[in-house]
């Protein structure tokens, strides 16, 4: 309060009325980027809270909540600034609790789920938590490999090791793959295999009067297939 321009101490007001008007610092203290996802405070004796001055928070059971930074991602140490705005009703226990304000919230960090190229699923995880693993998920023609750190699925994704910055998980996958068996124009064989797989050899057909000599790529049967190829498409043999 401000009287011919010299601040008077709050003792020494008899009477306070009117409103606080609270600026709060809300200061990432963290060496990593990360999330607010609520403020919290607990409502004061003698102020009171009217939600159409305050549209950026919410009352519940006596305490005063925000989720209004949760979309806003802090860089380490940034500071950023939220208002609240609280009724005086009784002088004595409002004067107690001016200057006395805590805030509390943790740094959240964004962990994305990406499937295809395309976001599977959002979480907000604390600094320093275990992110759930996601259930194995199907897809049609495709086996799923598991959940990957890397976007070329290479290394799988640890969930036990503490979340400490935003991290997106790749979901794995290898390609169905058919490989038909083909005996005098007839189906001998057909059997499935996955992308990168070995087509294991299948056991010599028999028919009366004729040796078998091997399988081939071609009905000319002129280039013998290899079984230690990689399977990457299908094939017929």
């Not at 909540?65 to 226990?93: G, P, R, W």
């Not at 919230?105 to 190229?117: A, K, L």
């Not at 275990?130 to 897809?139: A, G, H, P, R, W």
């Not at 049967?221 to 094939?235: A, K, M, Q, R, V």
Request: hydrophobic share 25%; net charge negative.
């Amino acid at each position: 309060t401000k009287e011919n321009n010299t601040v008077l101490p709050l003792k020494n007001i008899k009477n306070l009325n009117g409103e606080v008007v609270y600026e709060f610092e809300v200061k990432n203290i963290k060496e990593v980027s990360g999330y607010v996802k609520v403020i919290k405070d607990k409502l004061p004796e003698g102020l009171s809270f009217d939600g159409k001055k305050n549209t950026d928070w919410k009352e519940k059971n006596g305490y005063l909540y925000t989720s209004k930074l949760s979309e806003e991602e802090f860089s380490a140490n940034q500071v950023k600034t939220i208002t609240l705005t609280l009724d005086i009703e009784n002088t004595n226990e409002a004067r107690t609790y001016l200057n006395k304000v805590s805030i509390t919230g943790e740094v959240y960090h964004r962990v994305t789920y990406m499937n295809q190229g395309q976001k599977y699923k959002e979480l907000d995880i604390v600094d320093g938590d275990l992110v759930t693993k996601e259930s194995d998920i199907e897809m049609n023609g495709y086996k799923f490999t598991g959940w990957y750190k890397d976007k070329n699925c290479t290394k799988k994704f640890n969930f036990n090791e503490p979340i400490t910055e935003d991290t997106t998980i790749y979901a794995g996958w290898k390609k169905e793959i058919k490989v038909t068996y083909i005996v005098n124009g007839n189906t001998y064989k057909e059997e499935t295999y996955y992308e990168k797989d070995k087509a294991v050899k299948p056991t010599d057909p028999e028919i009366e009067g004729y040796q078998f000599i091997s399988w081939y790529t071609t009905n000319e049967y002129t280039e013998e297939y290899d079984f230690d190829t990689l399977l990457t498409d299908n094939i017929t043999l």
